[in-house]
């Protein structure tokens, strides 16, 4: 069981000497406590005690990275069960199934989906994560022949080697030693080998099983085998099994630390009916699968499951937020409209849409706000005439453009007077009251 803040504190040395660079040996145990912090930070500690609390502090859910570089995914190091009790941590990967029952030819060109597969929404980079290579075939020569192709085609992409023959995985997997593959099948009839081939290439083993008795039973035996980095499966397929059995994990992990289901967890979600694909994919979103396994990426499931992904696992306690600046839209001249606006995420990027759409180029100047939209910055002081006009004179607009006008939201018209008399010289005009208004706002003025 996890250590509290008060049980940590009796480990420490109690000097109060603040190498660790919190205040007291107190105030270091407690956020050791919450997983805010490392007892590495404690130079005076003993290595029995570090282990102690190395293991006490660890996250329930086993943080393991999957893949390599730049598109390598961290997964687990989970530590709620709610997302409204802090966060959740690590974004589940998505990973598109390819049979090697297919020809080179289709197999190619389920590799260029997952390759063409990035969008932008928000700010942020989302895209189908993983391959998903299955020995649908039974036969090694074909397995080995379609990972070469996958290997050869998409090398940065990390790839999971599903099969239960272990010849099998082994052909395939090899052409992966380097890359942190996952290597599912290990089961109670073939364990031991499949221990054997993911300590020898280096491989996360995903393991799967009859139900979850069977499943802690199978983690520890292969814990024991020397194989630490897993990936689960309780063997549920049916939407209800799978958020049952998902649901139980997360909670033995979390609410109970047992260790034997603190693993990431790998749900398929194949189905013939892609939209029922989508729903059952849904589930393993909100219900703590860090893998889920498609066998079609059509654009339109992409982006419904992105966005849910996306919304989940943002902090719900720190707004998605953009960078303070100017920004330039278009190729904006020295005399083109200045607009001003919140840096919340989801307001920057509609109001430079709708910008983008006037075909005006135009400067942008997003203010730190907190990531609070516009009405509710103001409301709290953080969108103030004051703070507004300290922001436009060291941005360095002023270089820039040769007018001094600024457009403001027009939900905050009411601060266009207080600007002026903190801008000397400035004329503030009034914009759209919503973002959809701006594209005939700025043409009328072009």
């Known amino acids: 069981m996890a250590l509290t803040g008060v049980e940590i504190f009796k480990l420490l040395p109690k000097t109060n000497c603040k190498k660790c660079g919190f205040p007291t040996c107190l105030a270091f145990a407690m956020k050791l406590a919450q997983r805010q912090a490392s007892i590495d930070l404690c130079p005076d500690?003993?290595?029995?005690?570090?282990?102690?609390?190395?293991?006490?502090?660890?996250?329930?859910?086993?943080?393991?990275?999957?893949?390599?570089?730049?598109?390598?995914?961290?997964?687990?190091?989970?530590?709620?069960?709610?997302?409204?009790?802090?966060?959740?941590?690590?974004?589940?990967?998505?990973?598109?199934?390819?049979?090697?029952?297919?020809?080179?030819?289709?197999?190619?060109s389920k590799i260029e989906e997952v390759l063409n597969s990035e969008v932008e929404r928000v700010g942020q980079k989302l895209r189908i994560d993983a391959i998903a290579l299955t020995n649908d075939s039974n036969d090694i020569g074909k397995f080995e022949t379609s990972?070469?192709?996958?290997?050869?085609?998409?090398?940065?992409?990390?790839v999971i080697v599903c099969a239960d023959n272990p010849q099998a995985t082994e052909a395939a997997v090899k052409l992966f030693a380097d890359k942190k593959p996952v290597i599912y099948g290990a089961n109670s009839e073939n364990a031991d080998a499949m221990a054997n081939i993911a300590k020898t290439y280096k491989a996360i083993l995903g393991v799967t099983a009859n139900g979850l008795d069977e499943?802690?039973?199978?983690?520890?035996?292969?814990?024991?085998?020397?194989?630490?980095?897993?990936?689960?499966?309780?063997?549920?397929?049916?939407?209800?099994?799978?958020?049952?059995?998902?649901t139980l994990i997360r909670r033995a992990a979390v609410k109970k630390n047992f260790k034997p289901l603190g693993y990431p967890v790998i749900t398929f979600a194949q189905r013939d009916d892609s939209l029922y694909e989508a729903l059952i994919g849904a589930i393993g979103v909100a219900k703590y699968s860090s893998i889920i396994v498609l066998s079609s990426i059509e654009r339109w499931k992409n982006l419904a499951l992105f966005t849910l992904r996306?919304?989940?696992?943002?902090?719900?306690?720190?707004?998605?937020?953009?960078?303070?600046?100017?920004?330039?839209?278009?190729?904006?001249?020295?005399?083109?409209?200045?607009?001003?606006?919140?840096?919340?995420?989801?307001?920057?990027?509609?109001?430079?849409?709708?910008?983008e759409n006037s075909k005006v180029p135009s400067y942008l100047a997003v203010m730190d706000c907190e990531g609070l939209s516009v009405l509710t910055a103001w409301a709290a002081g953080k969108f103030t005439a004051a703070k507004i006009a300290q922001f436009i004179k060291e941005s360095g607009i002023e270089n820039d453009?040769?007018?001094?006008?600024?457009?403001?939201?027009?939900?905050?018209?009411?601060?266009?007077?207080?600007?002026?008399?903190?801008?000397?010289g400035w004329k503030v005009t009034v914009g759209p009251r919503e973002a959809n208004g701006i594209p005939a706002f700025l043409r009328s003025r072009a």
Do not use: W
């Open 45 to 108: 500690v003993s290595e029995e005690v570090k282990q102690k609390l190395g293991e006490a502090s660890a996250p329930p859910v086993r943080p393991i990275t999957f893949g390599v570089g730049d598109k390598a995914v961290k997964m687990g190091e989970e530590t709620v069960l709610f997302r409204h009790d802090k966060k959740f941590v690590n974004p589940c990967a998505f990973a598109l199934e390819i049979k090697d029952t297919l020809s080179e030819a289709d197999i190619n």
């Open 215 to 246: 499943l802690s039973n199978l983690t520890e035996k292969i814990k024991s085998l020397g194989v630490t980095d897993m990936v689960i499966d309780s063997g549920a397929r049916k939407a209800k099994d799978m958020l049952r059995d998902n």
């Open 147 to 158: 990972a070469k192709v996958v290997a050869e085609k998409a090398p940065a992409v990390p």
């Open 310 to 355: 996306q919304n989940l696992y943002t902090d719900p306690q720190v707004p998605m937020q953009v960078e303070q600046k100017i920004y330039k839209i278009g190729e904006p001249m020295s005399d083109s409209p200045l607009l001003i606006t919140t840096n919340f995420s989801l307001t920057y990027f509609i109001v430079s849409g709708e910008v």
């Open 401 to 424: 453009i040769n007018h001094r006008e600024l457009v403001i939201p027009g939900y905050v018209a009411i601060l266009s007077g207080s600007i002026e008399d903190k801008l000397e």
